[in-house]
């Protein structure tokens, strides 16, 4: 149980890192839009849309892996509802992060082909593209995992004799 909760914990953890990466994701390129050419304005226009539909989706991980907590499997009883919930929440947050790696992708390497030579002083940088996609990533994981550990102990749970549906109170 040590590991299931873990790796819960965990999951809220880089949700949130997730959450705050969109949160302020569009900070780094703000200089695309005060200093840039009308290429990198129109590629900027382009991030935004992305960061909002990305925070979006952010805020909805975010508050599903707190739902997470809730559903936390017994130390007694497996519990019926929880177990569905782990698999449903690590198939949907995966379905919701695939997009935004591929659009992650797209981007950085847009931005990387991007002309930034009108911008004497401005050092491209593609940090905030990778540290999405390492969160994304070891979110997805944590989630696999997390589905793993909670099929094992609900039927360890369940061998003992322990009876399936969880009393909520």
Known sequence: MKIQAGLVYSVVAVSALIFALY?????????????????????????QVFNKEAFRIALQIMLLAVILMTFQLSKHRPGLLGMIYVPAITIYISLRSLPLLDDLSKYRLDYIASDFTSMEEYTPSTLAFDIGFIFHYVQIGLLIALCIVAVITFVQRLKEGNPIIRKFI
């Open 23 to 47: 949160l302020g994701f569009m900070t780094q390129y703000y200089d695309l839009f005060i200093y840039g050419t009308d290429e990198l304005y129109e590629f900027y226009l382009q991030l």
